[in-house]
């Protein structure tokens, strides 16, 4: 995920419903809350310092240990005009800022 640069993919993607490397890592590191809480600092500091994509998956792994730290991460990241794809999964991809899709994860009218 730390590769990750623009795009954020949370599920299968596209017609023939691709899972890619990042997404598989991001759904690795969601199975495995033992590895997921080892990794907190590194995958914290990643929220603050990497790629716009992933500031993103990190925050949402953060989440996964704890839901307000990684709200927190991801409200800090809500006015970023950085470039950034979507997708939740399925043919759709949203091409967007980083503040957009942040938005759109918390469910959240920009």
Do not use: K, N, W
């Given at each position: 995920m730390a590769r990750a640069e623009r795009s954020?993919?949370?599920g299968p993607v596209g017609f023939a419903a691709v899972v890619t490397e990042t997404c598989q890592a991001y759904r690795d590191l969601v199975a495995d809350p033992e590895s997921l809480t080892a990794?907190?600092?590194?995958?914290?500091?990643l929220?603050?310092?990497?790629?716009?994509?992933?500031r993103i998956y990190a925050a949402l792994l953060i989440g996964e240990i704890d839901r307000a730290?990684?709200?927190?991460l991801l409200d800090a990241m809500s006015t970023s005009e950085e470039?950034?794809?979507?997708?939740?999964?399925?043919?759709?991809?949203m091409s967007s800022s980083v503040g957009d899709?942040?938005?759109?994860?918390?469910?959240?009218?920009?």
């Amino acid at each position: 995920m730390a590769r990750a640069e623009r795009s954020v993919e949370l599920g299968p993607v596209g017609f023939a419903a691709v899972v890619t490397e990042t997404c598989q890592a991001y759904r690795d590191l969601v199975a495995d809350p033992e590895s997921l809480t080892a990794l907190r600092t590194e995958i914290t500091d990643l929220a603050r310092s990497g790629s716009p994509a992933a500031r993103i998956y990190a925050a949402l792994l953060i989440g996964e240990i704890d839901r307000a730290d990684g709200t927190a991460l991801l409200d800090a990241m809500s006015t970023s005009e950085e470039l950034c794809d979507l997708a939740l999964g399925g043919c759709t991809v949203m091409s967007s800022s980083v503040g957009d899709a942040v938005a759109r994860l918390l469910g959240r009218a920009r």
